[in-house]
C-alpha cells in the first residue's frame, strides 16, 4: 500500500514538473510583428546639411604701414570691380611718380634713337632698366595706397576708420590682416560632405535643390561645381562644392542650408527603418527575421532612407519576415509568436 501511494506522488510531482517547464516554455516565445522585404521602385536621393558661403570674399589691406586718409564706403554698400575703397597716406608717391614720369620720357627718348641707330645698346639698356624698376615701384606704392575692389561685392565690415594707422597686423575678427571685408553675395556656395558610396553618382555641371528653415516656402536651384578628388579616411565623405546664384539676395551667409541631391528611379530592397539595430561594439547593422517561429539575427548593409523605410543593399533577400517590433529584446534564437503584420 504504501509502495502504491509513494508510486502516485511520484508520478504526480513529475506531472507537476512537466506541466512548469511547458508553462515556462510558453513564457519565453516573444510576441513580434513582421514585415515583408519588399522590392520597390523608388527615387533616389541624398540630403546633406552644409553652410553657406560667399562664392568670392576677400580681406583688403596694403602691404606697407601707412594712415588711412579716405575710406569712400560704409558697410552694407554695393561695388564694382575696381572701384576705389581706400586711400591711404601717399606722402612717397609725389617723388617717386616725378622719377618715374622722367625715365618714361628718357626711355622714349631712347626708343626713338634706337630705331635710328643713333645710340648704343648698352645705353639703350641702361635707360630701359631704369624705366621699368621706376615703374614696378610706381605701381607698387600706388596698389599698396589705393584699395581698389578685386571683384564686384558686398562691403560686409569696417575695421579701421579715417585718420587711424593700418600696421599690417591680423584682425581679431579675421585673423588677418583688413581695412574692409568684401564678398560676393550674388552668387553663393555650399560644401558639403557626401558618403563614400554616394559621391561615386556626382559628376560636375548636376542640379541640386537648395532649401533652408528660416525661408520654408522657398526653392533654390544649385550646380555641383567641384568635387574633391580624395576621400577623408577618418569620415569616409568626399566634399563636395555647390554653386548657386542668390535669387533676390533671400539667402544669408553662415546660415544652414539643406542640399536635396537626386540620383535617378530604381528597384530597390526596401524594409522598414524601425527593424534595423545597430550593434554598439562593431557599428554594424543587423535586424532579426522570423524562420519557422525563431527568430534569425542577419547583418545588412543599408543604402539610405526614404520615408520612413531603408534600402537593403545586402544581407536580406526578397519577401522574407522581418521583425518591426519587439526586437530589441530578442536574442538569436529566441521562440517569437507573430501578433500583427
Known amino acids: 500500500m504504501k509502495t502504491k501511494i509513494l508510486f502516485l506522488l511520484t508520478l504526480f510531482v513529475l506531472f507537476i514538473g512537466c506541466s512548469k517547464e511547458e508553462e515556462k516554455a510558453v513564457d519565453e516565445t516573444k510576441p513580434v510583428s513582421v514585415s515583408?522585404?519588399?522590392k520597390?521602385?523608388?527615387?533616389?536621393?541624398?540630403?546633406?546639411?552644409?553652410?553657406?558661403?560667399?562664392?568670392?570674399?576677400?580681406?583688403?589691406?596694403?602691404?606697407?604701414v601707412a594712415r588711412i586718409r579716405k575710406i569712400y564706403v560704409?558697410?552694407?554698400?554695393?561695388?564694382?570691380?575696381?572701384?576705389?575703397?581706400?586711400?591711404?597716406?601717399?606722402?612717397?608717391m609725389t617723388q617717386i611718380e616725378l622719377q618715374y614720369n622722367d625715365a618714361a620720357k628718357d626711355f622714349e627718348r631712347a626708343d626713338k634713337l634706337k630705331r635710328e641707330g643713333a645710340i648704343s645698346d648698352q645705353a639703350y639698356d641702361k635707360s630701359k632698366v631704369m624705366f621699368e624698376t621706376l615703374k614696378s615701384n610706381f605701381d607698387k606704392i600706388l596698389e599698396n595706397t589705393q584699395l581698389r575692389a578685386p571683384f564686384s561685392g558686398v562691403i560686409t565690415a569696417k575695421y579701421l576708420n579715417e585718420g587711424e594707422l593700418?600696421?599690417?597686423?591680423?584682425?581679431?575678427?579675421?585673423?588677418?590682416?583688413?581695412?574692409?571685408?568684401?564678398?560676393?553675395?550674388?552668387?553663393?556656395?555650399?560644401?558639403?560632405?557626401?558618403?563614400?558610396?554616394?559621391?561615386y553618382k556626382l559628376k560636375t555641371g548636376n542640379s541640386v535643390q537648395i532649401t533652408t528653415d528660416l525661408l520654408p516656402e522657398e526653392k533654390f536651384s544649385g550646380n555641383i561645381n567641384r568635387i574633391s578628388p580624395v576621400v577623408d579616411q577618418n569620415m569616409k565623405t568626399v566634399q563636395a562644392e555647390i554653386r548657386l546664384i542668390n535669387r533676390g539676395g533671400k539667402l544669408k551667409v553662415g546660415s544652414f542650408a539643406k542640399v536635396n541631391i537626386r540620383?535617378?528611379?530604381?528597384?530597390e530592397l526596401i524594409i522598414?527603418?524601425?527593424?534595423?539595430?545597430?550593434?554598439?561594439?562593431?557599428?554594424?547593422?543587423?535586424?532579426?527575421?522570423?524562420?519557422?517561429?525563431?527568430?534569425?539575427?542577419?547583418?545588412?548593409?543599408?543604402?539610405?532612407?526614404?520615408?520612413?523605410?531603408?534600402?537593403?543593399?545586402?544581407?536580406?533577400?526578397?519577401?522574407?519576415?522581418?521583425?518591426?517590433t519587439g526586437q530589441q529584446v530578442l536574442k538569436d534564437g529566441d521562440s517569437v509568436q507573430i501578433f500583427s503584420e
Open 263 to 267: 540620383f535617378g528611379k530604381s528597384v
Open 36 to 38: 515583408k522585404s519588399v
Open 74 to 92: 560704409k558697410e552694407g554698400d554695393y561695388v564694382k570691380q575696381g572701384t576705389l575703397l581706400v586711400q591711404l597716406d601717399d606722402a612717397q
Open 166 to 199: 593700418f600696421l599690417m597686423a591680423p584682425n581679431q575678427n579675421r585673423g588677418v590682416p583688413a581695412i574692409l571685408y568684401l564678398m560676393n553675395l550674388g552668387e553663393l556656395k555650399i560644401k558639403i560632405n557626401v558618403p563614400e558610396a554616394d559621391a
Open 272 to 324: 522598414p527603418s524601425t527593424a534595423i539595430l545597430t550593434d554598439p561594439l562593431t557599428g554594424e547593422s543587423y535586424v532579426f527575421v522570423n524562420e519557422n517561429g525563431k527568430a534569425k539575427k542577419k547583418i545588412v548593409q543599408t543604402g539610405g532612407q526614404i520615408n520612413g523605410t531603408s534600402i537593403i543593399l545586402s544581407g536580406l533577400s526578397e519577401n522574407e519576415l522581418v521583425i518591426t
Open 40 to 64: 520597390q521602385e523608388i527615387q533616389k536621393e541624398l540630403n546633406i546639411t552644409g553652410t553657406i558661403n560667399p562664392w568670392e570674399e576677400a580681406a583688403l589691406a596694403a602691404q606697407i
